[in-house]
């Protein structure tokens, strides 16, 4: 029995920590699936998150999860800034420049935070953050349950925004057809500066959680850019169930291959099965 | 008058120019300026070959790493067993093109920006490999502590000059021989078209895989000289996102798809790296503003924007 | 009555004066000029390549010409975003209907009311085109993509008249559809002029085309070719040459 | 009675829940010019995808020379001698006429590049475009690129080429230019399968007609049957 007890500890993890992983992954989607852009600066605009949530607690004294009131706005604006100075001026150009402009974007913030902070790692560490309880004698951290709460949360949010609001079904149908939407009086620049906005919004809530889960450095950024990434290859583009579900098998795939292979290694399925997810079927195993 | 650069116009001027790259060593230049120039061609080796994929085959591949990351192990091997170590980078650089077909299974089924991700995930994966796996040696070598490259007592900066320099050389002068036989044909029609270029008989899949192996080749020699140099490697330095920026830097800075682009893109790259070394996040902060102003004032880069200016200069077009 | 109308001095609705329309370095659309009067149905036919698909992109403001101007109600629309146009009261169906595959009927026709002053009107332009298309009421929570090519036309023009427009653009309707079904959407169309809409419509099918409209152009190799009530068009050699000839 | 170089036999394919082409069978006899026509969105195109190899069809057998071609690759039909040109051309928009041809010659056909170069500039001849050799696909007009098409076309040494509009847009003054050079395609034994609204051509090229309506063949004939088949007249006029 013990054996068994000992595999309820990473599947019930894994399981939670996925959610962290979803999170982490739905603005990387939400900006691929309506403007067909990759985001390689998403991660470090999470990290960007964590550090403001860290500068938030450490000098300010407030609450990494309270700071997310202003956190959301500042990083939603600096998203609706970067799609709308930067990014729309180049979709026209051809395919790589986006992705090159948001190359440059990644290096710049991880070199801010890297002069403002320092590489030292840090982390969120609130009392809350440290604490654990005990279920059915697995024990977990309280973080990690507040992961998947947090990433329900915001994943029920969006969906709704998406499905109820003239906002949300408009940014769904230009993800479905762009020039069709504009015909039908939606104006497509605001709605692709909106989009991002909202995908850093979902980035700032991801980064606060991360940094409560884990220590971070300046260039932590890139880790979890492909663990979305792995995400988003397993559940498929610009669907929120799989990025769900993607973000769980992937967390899995970590504490399983942590615990039978040893904490080094715990990355190296997940990789595995995004590579192989990759050859048997590009377009993800939720992807349309 | 005109800027004559390097390998570009056929004759004397590249012959002279190369000659005094090679006796440079002997001329008594400080080892500081070997160093610059070392480094200098070792990039552009790598930039060439990016430039050959990203630039004139539509791949937008983000593995180079794993190219340099396995060339340098695979030197380390063969040192170790007590081989010469130019045998390691010849074997570094065959292992390397392995590598590339055998990743091409998964990432060649994907198009575009889907191939961009998925060969982003490899060195990531590769990193761990050989944080794990200690391929010659006892617990003390090897994982995260990294391999001592044995073997090269005796070799002094300017052997690792003459090695960079012939690497920088031997891809520029193989991307002339690419672009003007039939793969680059084939290629510049695919870049061009794809559908019609298969229509007319060209196996895109098949031209693709030449310059992603040519590509993993001679970033493998060039990688297996960096760490030659380097005389040291460990997996998280060396599967590292920072090589694809530099390669990236280099070539769109220069000028993507455009053969004279990574040379003039890594002169910058080079320079910028020693002017700011004191200051290394402010080099990358400074390389990532240059990167992003590029891509919205000039996309096609340096090169690209001169020559666009010389043809709005001049109505007649250009003819070889 | 075509002939009369044309004399009589009346204010055009859509002026399109001498406009010249690029691809990149290409040209497509040679000093092309176009009217439409409220109340009019206008036709422009054309074959493949011709540029009509073109032109009414330029109304739409989805390409912005070279030279010329556009003026719809007596408003210089030339360099307006489409989502502006679309404010206006000029609305695209177009070619391939391009509708929201995944979403729901009714979400489709939705989105057709996004522009502000069409959202107030939601309720009342849904009812009107149930009224005009009742299959679409009946399907209204289904996928767009689930239903057969008829019904999609259907939902496409729908949406178009969600958006409450004064003149409404369609880019070949009977594309791969069955005749009754053509017939049927025909059919609509002059209902749907009753209500007050002007329309001007791009039709490959020449007959057709000279069936329903009150005027027509005739538009070759970017360039207009010949125009006129109907009823001339009919008669006119030219035309009957390109019955095949289109 | 000779083997036909191409049968088509019950070839369906749908787009979602179009039917784009609808179990439509056909046969090319070696030498043939056939006629393909039909209103916008009969299928024309789309049944050139699918011989092309752009498309698979869901079902149906496409045999070209004995070779089941459907779903194979388009460069391996290209080799196995089925070339086409493209309604809107496509050309390589960055390369020279030539450079267009010689892509055609080299991959295509499997020329070393001397003689890909001789043999394209051969086929500018034919095509009427030896004085635009030099010039950039992209510096090219819309009807000097139509020309391109077909020369790339033959470039690959075909033995069926699919033309797909090559008239359209053409006056009246260059139609029997165009006409001249179809034939000599012919005369050089390539069966051609021809795409045309312009009726002139039709009449004076072809030897047999298909005519498609929604996905469907709705005749075949000589030009002369075809002009005068009720079917074809309600297809085209409603």
């Known amino acids: 029995m013990t054996a068994l007890g000992n595999l309820a500890t990473p599947l019930v993890m894994g399981v939670l920590l996925g959610g962290l992983y979803g999170l982490i992954a739905l603005g990387l989607s939400l900006v691929f699936g309506v403007m ?3 985001n390689v600066a998403h991660g470090d605009l999470v990290i960007l998150g964590t550090y403001f949530a860290y500068f938030a607690f450490t000098i300010l004294g407030i609450d990494p999860i309270l700071s997310l009131f202003i956190g959301m706005p500042l990083l939603f604006a600096l998203g609706f800034a970067i799609q709308k100075y930067l990014m729309s001026r180049s979709f026209g150009i051809s395919m790589e420049v986006p992705l090159i402009i948001a190359f440059g974007i990644s290096l710049i913030i991880q070199n801010v935070n890297q002069i403002i902070w320092t590489p030292l790692s840090r982390g969120l560490t609130t009392s809350y953050a440290l604490e654990s309880f005990v279920v059915g004698g697995v024990r977990i951290p309280l973080a990690y349950l507040l992961d998947f709460i947090a990433a329900l949360i915001v994943m029920l949010l969006l969906s709704q925004f998406l499905r109820r609001t003239y906002l949300g079904k408009a940014i769904v149908a230009a993800s479905q057809d762009t020039r069709a939407a504009q015909l039908m009086g939606i104006n497509t620049a605001r709605i692709y500066a909106l989009t991002f906005g909202i995908a850093m919004a979902t980035a700032a809530v991801a980064g606060v959680f991360l940094g409560i889960t884990f220590p971070f450095t300046p260039i932590s950024g890139i880790a979890f850019l492909i663990i979305a990434f792995g995400v988003i290859i397993i559940g498929g583009l610009g669907s929120m169930l799989g990025t769900f579900i993607g973000g769980i098998v992937l967390g899995l795939a970590q504490t399983l291959g942590g615990y039978f292979l040893g904490a080094a290694a715990q990355m190296l399925i997940a990789y595995i099965i995004v590579l192989v997810v990759l050859a048997i079927r590009p377009q993800g195993i939720f992807g349309r | 008058m005109k ?9 004397l001027v590249p012959l002279v120019i190369v000659v005094v790259l090679v006796v440079l060593p002997i001329l008594g230049v400080p080892r500081a300026w070997l160093l610059y120039l070392f480094l200098f061609f070792v990039y552009l080796a790598m930039a060439n070959m990016w430039n050959l994929l990203a630039g004139y085959s539509g791949l937008i591949s983000l593995c180079q790493p794993a190219f340099i990351g396995l060339a340098g192990y695979t030197l380390v091997i063969i040192t170790w067993n007590g081989l010469p170590f130019y045998l390691g980078i010849i074997a570094g650089a065959i292992i390397a093109a392995a590598f590339a077909l055998l990743i091409s299974i998964p990432v060649f089924r994907l198009r575009g920006i889907y191939f961009a991700i998925g060969t982003l995930v490899v060195p990531e994966a590769l990193r761990i490999v050989f944080f794990l796996w200690r391929p010659v040696g006892g617990a003390l070598h090897g994982g995260g502590a990294g391999y001592m490259v044995k073997g090269l007592a005796g070799i002094s900066m300017s052997g690792f000059y003459w090695m960079a320099l012939a690497i920088g050389i031997t891809s520029i002068f193989l991307m002339r021989v690419i672009l003007r036989s039939r793969l680059g044909l084939g290629l510049a029609a695919i870049r061009d078209n794809d559908n019609t270029a298969a229509s007319s008989g060209v196996d895109v899949f098949r031209l693709k895989l030449y310059s992603f192996v040519i590509g993993a080749f001679v970033t493998g020699i060039a990688g297996a000289i960096f760490y030659i140099y380097q005389g040291y490697i460990e997996p998280v330095s060396t599967f590292t996102i920072r090589w694809t920026m530099i390669l990236i830097l280099s070539t769109v800075i220069g000028g993507i798809g455009i053969e004279e682009g990574p040379i003039v893109g890594t002169v910058i790259v080079v320079i910028l790296h020693f002017l700011l070394a004191r200051y290394a996040g402010l080099s990358l902060l400074i390389q990532g503003i240059i990167l992003v102003g590029i891509m919205l004032l000039a996309p096609q880069g340096i090169m690209g924007f001169i020559r666009k200016a010389r043809a709005s200069r001049s109505p007649v077009t250009v003819s070889h | 009555m075509g002939k009369l109308s044309q004399e009589m001095p009346q204010e055009a609705l859509l002026k399109v004066s001498n406009i010249d329309v690029f691809h990149g370095s290409l040209q497509v659309l040679w000093d092309v000029s176009l009217e439409v009067k409220p109340g009019e149905i206008v036709a422009l036919i054309g074959s493949n390549g011709s540029g009509k698909s073109t032109l009414l992109n330029v109304i739409s403001g989805l390409i912005h010409p070279a030279k010329g101007s556009i003026e719809f109600d007596g408003r210089h629309i030339t360099t307006l975003d489409p989502f502006q146009v679309v404010a206006l009261g000029v609305t695209q169906v177009p070619e391939g209907r391009r509708l929201f595959p995944d979403l729901s009927v009714l979400d489709n026709l939705i989105i057709g009311s996004y522009s502000r002053n069409a959202r107030s009107k939601r309720e009342q332009n849904l009812k009107m085109v149930y009224e005009h298309f009742p299959i679409l009421k009946y399907r209204k929570d289904q996928l767009a993509k689930t239903l057969s090519g008829g019904e999609q036309q259907m939902l496409a023009l729908g949406r178009g008249l969600m958006s409450d427009p004064r003149l409404i653009l369609l880019d070949e309707m009977s594309l791969g559809l069955a005749p009754k079904v053509t017939d049927e959407l025909y059919k609509a169309l002059s209902e749907i002029r009753e209500g007050g809409i002007t329309i001007l419509f791009v039709e490959q099918n020449v007959r057709r ?27 006119e050699e030219g035309v009957k040459k390109a019955y095949f000839g289109l | 009675m ?20 609808n179990d439509l069978s056909f046969d090319v006899r070696a030498g043939d010019i056939l006629g393909l026509m039909g209103p916008n969105g009969a299928g024309k195109s789309t049944l050139l995808n699918i011989i092309g190899g752009e498309y698979k069809p869901d079902s149906g057998i496409v045999k070209f020379k004995g070779h089941d071609i459907a779903g194979l690759s388009p460069h391996k039909i290209c080799h196995l001698g089925i070339a086409r040109t493209y309604q809107i051309p496509r050309p390589f928009t960055n390369l020279t006429a030539l450079q267009n041809t010689m892509v055609a010659a080299i991959f295509g056909r499997g020329l070393e590049k001397s003689a890909a170069e001789s043999e394209a500039t051969k086929v500018l001849d034919i095509t009427e475009l030896s004085e635009k050799k030099e010039v950039v696909a992209k510096d090219l007009a819309a009807l000097t690129l139509k020309r391109l098409e077909l020369a790339r076309a033959l470039a690959t040494k075909p033995a069926l080429v699919m033309i797909d509009e090559v008239a359209a847009g053409l006056i009246e003054a260059e139609i029997p230019k165009i006409l001249d050079i179809l034939k000599e395609i012919n005369k050089m034994g390539i069966s051609i399968i021809l795409v045309e609204h312009v009726m002139r051509v039709m009449m004076e090229a072809v030897d047999r007609i298909i005519v498609m309506d929604n996905g469907v063949k709705i005749a075949e004939g000589t030009p002369k049957e075809i002009m005068e088949d009720r079917k074809v007249i309600e297809a085209y006029f409603g």
Do not use: C, H, M, W
């Open chain 1, 36 to 38: 067909r852009l990759i």
């Open chain 4, 2 to 21: 000779e083997a036909p170089i191409l049968s088509v036999v019950g070839v369906t394919k749908r787009f979602g829940g179009l039917v784009a082409v």
């Open chain 3, 209 to 235: 085309s000279l069936k329903e409209a009150d005027r027509a152009y005739i538009i070759e190799v970017g360039r207009i070719v010949l125009s006129g009530n109907v009823a001339e068009l009919r008669e």
């Open chain 2, 3 to 11: 800027v004559a650069i390097p390998g570009l116009r056929g004759g």
